[in-house]
């Protein structure tokens, strides 16, 4: 089933109704779109649904509202066909679809879905809010069978995770860890000076090297590293490989642990 978003259903209002006047003059007649307005504002994931309570009520109520004129149609269709308005205690009338409208487009259209890592060690507010969201973005993947999206989004999300930690928490271990790794033969030659212009292989082994992620973690990252490189044609028909659920499920995994261990 398509995944629902706020912005979708205000568009929706927007485009059916133009004027706040069409949506004050709703009726009978328009008892299909106004069915399936509800219908769609149900499907909205519960985490998007981010407006104050005051709004939050006032949507919940114009929803009722809208329902409860659609089975008085359905079942007296000689009741006054206007949909009316929706009556809060304190407060003048209102018109229930500029409610619903109005409360939605206080809504974001991506956010993280409960349970997602807080990654309370990243000090940085709209980094920890972009990589919260890249998170849920994965998570979302997952659950809706896009193998290559899960895929490739963990190994980029755990990328950007390592990269922050190690260019801000563990910032004096990284060059004798590079030298080590280049001494080991770990790194066939010097990593860029910068570490943002490094590869994931970097990151990881560099990661492992000074110990802020466990040997456990380790070994699932380079598999999300190997499946991640699955994203380029050439690589995948060589290898005989391709992103399926196996893919996804071990990238998530990584990232997961990664998360946990940095925190």
């Known amino acids: ?82 949909l009316g308005h929706l009556n809060m205690p304190g407060q003048p009338e209102q018109i229930p679809v500029i409610v619903i409208r109005d409360a939605l487009a206080q809504c974001p259209d991506e956010s993280p879905a409960p349970g997602t890592s807080e990654l309370n060690f990243i000090t940085a507010v709209d980094l920890k809010a972009n990589l919260r969201s890249d998170i849920g973005a994965v998570n979302r993947a997952l659950a809706n069978g896009e193998w290559k999206a899960a895929t490739v989004l963990a190994g980029s999300t755990i990328e950007a995770l390592l990269l922050w930690d190690l260019t801000n928490r563990h910032t004096a271990q990284v060059p004798a860890a590079v030298a080590a790794l280049v001494a080991n033969k770990t790194f066939l030659k010097n990593p860029p000076l910068n570490p943002e212009d490094w590869v994931l292989h970097n990151y990881i082994e560099v990661a492992a090297n000074i110990g802020i992620i466990m040997q456990d973690t380790v070994k699932e990252a380079r598999l999300a590293k190997d499946f991640r490189n699955l994203i380029h044609p050439g690589r995948a028909q060589r290898l005989g490989q391709k992103c399926d659920r196996g893919t996804a499920l071990a990238s998530v995994a990584a990232l997961e642990h990664v998360a946990r261990d940095l925190s």
């Open 1 to 82: 089933m398509p995944r629902v978003v706020p912005s979708q259903i205000v568009d929706f209002i927007n485009a059916l109704w133009p004027t706040d006047d069409d949506k004050r003059n709703l009726n009978a007649v328009q008892a299909g779109h106004l069915s399936g307005l509800v219908d769609l504002a149900d499907q909205i994931p519960g985490e998007l649904l981010t407006m104050n309570s005051a709004a939050y009520a006032r949507f919940i109520c114009a929803k009722a509202h809208i329902r409860h004129r659609l089975s008085a149609w359905a079942s007296e269709p000689r009741l006054p066909s206007h």
